[in-house]
């Protein structure tokens, strides 16, 4: 086994148990805690395939910001908070997820046993293409108008709040 194929697998079961862990915790901060090990490892991924913008932006929006403001809501209603719903309909909405996820693992099941013909294969790619050099290049080149109406009015809601 190679490097590559152990710090995949590495980062594939970081991710699966982390998955797991937001979804089945019992405390939000343990789920919140199970998320953010799911983003880095996530991020870890993207550096695996060469894309160091993707795992940057991952780390900053998600890991930064979005957990961070789990946490902050958490930290306001309180680690107990309830939702006020009545058992039997908690029960009912829990053994929809479980059935709706045992619907799609078939149907993923059934596409990966019978497909949808032969895979296509894609053209040779760049050695820079989704750098963040290539990324910044295309965002100011062909972007550069969208980029700076969306910087102002980030400020003026940061301003306004």
Request: aromatic residues 8%.
């Amino acid at each position: 086994m190679s490097v590559g194929s152990l710090f995949f697998s590495v980062c594939a079961l970081v991710a699966l148990v982390g998955a797991v862990s937001t979804v089945a915790a019992k405390n939000p901060i343990r789920g919140a805690v199970g998320l953010l090990a799911t983003i880095v490892a996530i991020a870890a991924l993207f550096l695996k395939l060469a894309a160091q913008f993707l795992a940057a932006i991952q780390l900053i929006v998600y890991a930064g910001a979005v957990v961070v403001l789990f946490v902050f809501v958490i930290m306001l209603l309180g680690p107990d908070a309830n939702t006020g719903g009545k058992p039997a309909k908690v029960s009912l909405w829990r053994w929809g997820g479980a059935s709706l996820l045992v619907l799609l693992a078939g149907a993923a099941l059934f596409v990966t046993r019978n497909g949808f013909g032969p895979p296509v294969l894609l053209g040779p790619v760049r050695a820079d293409y989704g750098s963040t050099e290539a990324v910044g290049g295309l965002l100011f080149r062909h972007g550069l108008v969208p980029f700076e109406i969306a910087t102002a009015l980030l400020i003026v809601a940061v301003v306004g709040a």
